[in-house]
């Protein structure tokens, strides 16, 4: 069982071997400030944003919370969101969940759990939205189907708020994607709910100018 001295001491282990395998391993990693991607996954150690898309840390500025979610009143998501998109001018946001998913399990499953229950409730609230298909599978179908239109819900999320928006009046290419990681084989799916622009985006969702009319105009 590690103890936190031996987690110390395997950092250590880990910081020489990476300078031996490349002496300009931690030189190249400071000098890299413009990552190109937010990824907003889950908090499950076993799905590591970097690695598991073949790229070094610093490509990829990346938030993580229970389930993958984004709401409205979280101002931790929020401000990583603005960050990413306001200053570091990434050109894409990752949305990404998993199959499997604990969050995603307890919210099914009805009971409390504390604390963290009212974090799931949105996860529950998907449930009821589409809960005459999803009772229609069995246990595993519908645990695979909740924690992909968990994801589908979260992209829709985040294009809802004015940074996303703004970005995208600006003229910013920016680009959301929701995709699902398979924990099993290790392989991440593309859901096919990508968005580029507010005509992506619900009319009653599109930020008013001044004027009070949605930008773009609904055609």
């Not at 529950?124 to 009772?135: A, F, K, P």
């Not at 099993?184 to 709910?193: A, E, P």
Request: with cysteine; glycine share 6%.
């Amino acid at each position: 069982m590690c103890d936190p001295a031996q987690l110390l001491e395997n950092n250590r282990d880990w910081s020489a071997q990476k300078l031996l395998d490349d002496p300009t391993f931690f030189e190249r990693l400071s000098g890299l400030n413009s990552p190109e991607f937010l990824w907003i996954g889950c908090s499950d150690s076993r799905v590591p944003a970097n690695e598991i898309v073949g790229l070094e840390p610093g490509r990829v500025f990346v938030h993580r919370n229970v389930a993958n979610q984004v709401a409205h009143t979280d101002l931790n998501c929020l401000s990583v969101a603005q960050y990413a998109v306001d200053v570091l001018k990434v050109k894409h946001i990752i949305i990404t969940g998993h199959y499997d998913c604990g969050g995603v399990r307890a919210a099914m499953g009805g009971q409390h759990h504390g604390i963290v229950d009212n974090w799931i409730r949105s996860i529950r609230d998907t449930y009821m939205l589409h809960q005459n298909d999803l009772e229609s599978m069995d246990e595993q179908q519908r645990m695979d189907r909740l924690c992909e239109l968990n994801v589908i819900r979260q992209v829709d999320n985040i294009c809802h708020t004015r940074i996303v928006q703004n970005a995208w009046e600006r003229g910013d290419a920016l680009t959301v994607h929701g995709w699902i990681y398979r924990l099993k084989d290790g392989v991440l799916h593309d859901l096919q709910v990508t968005k580029t622009s507010p005509q992506d985006v619900a009319p009653l969702y599109r930020v008013t100018n001044a004027e009070g009319c949605a930008w773009p105009p609904a055609s």
